[in-house]
Structures are given as C-alpha cells and as structure tokens.
Nanobody, 126 residues
C-alpha cells in the first residue's frame, strides 16, 4: 500500500495547515487511519486517528480542539486540518493505515500500523 502525504510547510504560530494522505483505492475503505508526528530528538507520537466508517475519531490531548482528522472515501484521502498551530507542533507528520475488520474502531498504537507514508514537514515559527 502506497501512501503519499502532502501539505506540510512553514507557518506562523496561530496559523493553519491541512495535511493530506492519498492511498490506493483497493485498500482505503478497509483501513483505519492515523496521523503521527516526530519532532527533532523526540519519539514518534500519536496525533489523531479515524475509524473505517469515519464516525469515530481520537486525538492526542495536545491537539484536541485544534486538529481535525477526516476521510474522503471517494477520493481515497485522509486529512488532518491543523488550526491554531503552536511552535510545539513543529515536526515531521506521518500518515499510517492498517486493515481493520470492524468499522468503528480507532487505533492509537503506532506499532499496530502496517503502512506508512514518507512524512511531511510542518514548521511553526513563533
């Protein structure tokens, strides 16, 4: 499964960015999706996840209320809308997916994900 993440860039604190992750049509609807990030010198951390049916989402406390994950099945794309960005949000952002039998579950453990995109850099300046 090939994942292509895009949408990263440089923005001032308080600004917004929208990340996109496109995948092959064959597996998109069968997978749960997540966004993770890794800042310099830090471990990769969970950001957000969305279920197969799109009805269930889960967010890290640090981004709750500012970030929104969504999926567009018709376009085989998952998004991460990031608002009110802070300098602490600076990181490489990765999208990931894994097959899920059930429609409603979300997955926050990066070790459970099988497919990863190449990452897109987000830089927030204060």
């Amino acid at each position: 499964v090939q994942l292509q993440a895009s949408g990263g860039g440089s923005v001032q604190a308080g600004g917004s960015l929208r990340l996109s992750c496109a995948a092959s049509r064959r597996t998109f609807n069968m997978n749960v999706w997540g966004w993770f990030r890794q800042a310099p010198g830090k471990e990769r951390e969970f950001v957000a996840a969305i279920s197969r049916n799109g009805y269930n989402t889960h967010y890290a406390d640090s981004v709750k209320g500012r970030f929104t994950i969504s999926r567009a099945n018709a376009w085989n794309t998952v998004y991460l809308q990031m608002n009110s960005l802070k300098s602490d949000d600076t990181a490489i952002y990765y999208c990931a997916s894994v097959y899920a039998h059930r429609m409603e579950i979300v997955q926050v453990n990066p070790n459970e994900y099988q497919n990863w995109g190449q990452g897109t850099l987000v830089t927030v300046s204060s």
